[in-house]
């Protein structure tokens, strides 16, 4: 198990509650992203960690394969969709370049709190793009530590340096919406939805 997995492994223990507030900034991605979304939409959510956005998501959307690398996370968001009873999500622990993901499969792809942690950006990106139908939607919301000194910014530093978090990218708005584009995307959308900030973004597949 890589540490990236131990890591979310941990986490997943302070999320297996059976309701969880969600906080200004989930709602605020959440309403942005249904927005974009269709009744008839089979949807990758891409990093799902404990399934309180996708569980919110469900209701808008036909299907949703849902897929995050620790399977701690998986097994909280399983529970909570139990619960409610939400039965169009499948929950897997999986990485996006599974080959049991079939290209230009998905109307929708989802990345919340995710891009930040990939290392292998333009290989990620063309994988999203791939597994899209034509004129698919790449739906993100990011963390932008890069765009001025923080101190969450100085602390996570520290705290990837010495091993205690997974790796991260510190991005700028302006990289982030580069990065996208690059993938083969047209932005449709971007504006922060938080005073981190975090950048929501909303790309739809060209090629």
């Avoid at 499948?90 to 993901?101: A, C, E, G, Y």
């Avoid at 990218?169 to 939805?193: D, H, P, Q, R």
């Amino acid at each position: 198990m890589v540490k990236a997995e131990k890591f979310w492994d941990r986490v997943s223990k302070q999320s297996d509650k059976p309701t969880i507030k969600l906080s200004p900034t989930s709602l605020k991605t959440i309403e942005s992203a249904i927005k974009y979304l269709k009744p008839d939409d089979v949807i990758l959510d891409f990093g799902c960690g404990s399934g309180t956005i996708t569980s919110e998501i469900a209701y808008h959307v036909k299907e949703i394969q849902a897929i995050d690398i620790s399977f701690g996370m998986i097994e909280v968001a399983k529970k909570k969709v139990e619960q409610r009873k939400i039965e169009n999500i499948d929950f897997t622990q999986s990485t996006i370049l599974n080959k049991r993901f079939n290209e230009k499969s998905f109307d929708v792809i989802l990345a919340f709190n995710v891009l930040h942690f990939i290392e292998d950006k333009q290989q990620i990106m063309q994988r999203i793009n791939n597994l899209l139908k034509p004129e698919g939607l790449f739906i993100s919301a990011t963390v932008c530590l890069g765009e001025r000194m923080t101190f969450l910014k100085l602390a996570m530093f520290l705290l990837t340096k010495l091993g205690m978090v997974p790796t991260m990218n510190f991005y700028k708005t302006t990289a982030l919406e580069g990065m996208v584009t690059n993938g083969n995307f047209k932005i449709v959308e971007s504006k922060k939805i938080s005073g981190l900030p975090e950048c929501f973004i909303v790309a739809k597949k060209i090629s």
